[in-house]
Nanobody, 130 residues
Framework: VTLVESGGGSVQAGGSQRLSCVASGLTDSRSRCMGWFRQAPGNEREGVGIIDVDGRDRYADSVKGRFSISRDNAKNTVYLQMNSLKPEDTAMYYC????????????????????????WGQGTQVTVSS
C-alpha cells in the first residue's frame, strides 16, 4: 500500500498550487475516506480536507473557500487545489487513506482528525512567501 504525493513547491502569497496523490494497493474499505493533512514546524498535524468515495468533502475552517479536494476513483488519485495561498499555509502536506467511516442514522461520514487515518504518504512541502 503506497501513497505518492506530488505538486508541492514554492509560491507567492495569493498564488495557487495543485497537489496530487496517487494510491496503489488500497482495498475498498481503505480508500473510502481519504484526505490531505499538513504539519508546520512546531505544530501538530492537522486535517485540511477530506473526501469520501461518494465525493462528499469536509474542510478545515482555515481553508474553506480557498481549497478544494477532489478524487478520481478510476485513477486512484486524490487532488487538492489550493487557491489564494497565504504564508500560514506553509507546511508539509500529507495524503492519507484508510480513514474510519463513522456511521450514523443517516449513513457514514469521514472525519478530519489525523488519528482516524492509518495509511500515509511521505509528504510534499508547500512554501508560501509573502
Amino acid at each position: 500500500v503506497t501513497l505518492v504525493e506530488s505538486g508541492g513547491g514554492s509560491v507567492q502569497a495569493g498564488g495557487s498550487q495543485r497537489l496530487s496523490c496517487v494510491a496503489s494497493g488500497l482495498t475498498d474499505s481503505r480508500s473510502r475516506c481519504m484526505g490531505w493533512f499538513r504539519q508546520a514546524p512546531g505544530n501538530e498535524r492537522e486535517g485540511v480536507g477530506i473526501i469520501d468515495v461518494d465525493g462528499r468533502d469536509r474542510y478545515a475552517d482555515s481553508v474553506k473557500g480557498r481549497f478544494s479536494i477532489s478524487r478520481d476513483n478510476a485513477k486512484n488519485t486524490v487532488y487538492l487545489q489550493m487557491n489564494s495561498l497565504k504564508p500560514e499555509d506553509t507546511a508539509m502536506y500529507y495524503c492519507a487513506a484508510g480513514g474510519i467511516a463513522r456511521y450514523t442514522w443517516g449513513g457514514y461520514y469521514c472525519d478530519l482528525g489525523p488519528p482516524d487515518y492509518n495509511v500515509w504518504g511521505q509528504g510534499t512541502q508547500v512554501t508560501v512567501s509573502s
